[in-house]
DNA sequence: GGTAGTGTGTACGACATGATACACGCCTTG
DNA sequence: CAAGGCGTGTATCATGTCGTACACACTACC
């Protein structure tokens, strides 16, 4: 039976996405070298380098918000190109599973005014 | 430097649940013990065992929605217990973060009729 | 032409996750 | 007393996660 060993990942978003934010703000600031920002997110050079090819998955949640910060960026739009939702989140989710379980779904298909509506009448306090 | 190995998984809830929900079916039906129950959801009984004893973390997303079908509860719940957020309900977070991520943690602070009111609110459809 | 900065390739590592396989000792029942 | 069902202890494993360490080749500068 086959079985590849699947050693290269593959398949960015990530990645790319952080590669093209930090070269746009290196023609601002030449302190968005691969080095420069591997440096201010503490990973090696190298790590940072793979990750933006994709070559290796995207890093842990603390490492990508860090990064959101650097290159100024949301924190949950970050973790869901990486194919993650903050852990800060899940935990507001687990603490009433089916309350929030089922809003989620009966928004999973309105459009996005609709949840945006909600958000401003929770917001707004009309209640 | 100390660096305890930590065998040992500790402080459980999903495993606790699991193994009173189980016993408490069994007093009606003999198919709910441990082995007949890990049969039926596919793992080894030891495993199963040292599961419901906590001395190992709770299983995977697909064991533990197994878990819940057999033994009658609400699948998000469970995973719930298990320190965990459906990858479904994540997929529908991951597609519009900002949006997601607003609403949950308005909500967060929010008592439980508050939230239950919106549900009620988008399914009703006074939109 | 050294030296400083740049991106990247290769090798390896520690620890977590999610289990299997098998044997053991304890009851019960025919 | 053996046969079957029971729960559990021990050993082991494949794969994934999240990186480090270091060397290499290229370019630019003065």
Redesign the pocket.
């Known amino acids: 039976m086959y079985?590849v060993?699947?050693t290269t990942y593959m398949k960015d978003e990530f990645g790319d996405y952080v590669r093209q934010r930090r070269e746009q703000l290196?023609t601002q600031d030449?302190a968005f070298?691969?080095?420069?920002l591997a440096g201010r997110i503490?990973?090696?050079?190298?790590?940072?380098?793979?990750v933006?090819?994709g070559?290796?998955?995207?890093?842990?949640?603390?490492?990508i918000l860090r990064i959101a910060r650097e290159i100024g960026e949301d924190g949950d739009v970050l973790l869901a190109l990486a194919g993650k939702v903050s852990t800060e989140l899940q935990a507001v989710i687990r603490k009433r599973p089916t309350l929030f379980a089922e809003l989620i779904r009966e928004l999973k298909d309105q459009p996005d005014h609709a949840v945006l509506r909600l958000v401003r009448e929770v917001r707004d306090g009309e209640w």
Chains 1, 2 share one sequence.
């Open positions: 079985h060993v699947h290196r030449p070298s691969v080095r420069g503490r990973v090696e050079p190298s790590y940072l380098s793979k933006e090819r070559e290796t998955p995207p890093p842990s949640e603390a490492t």
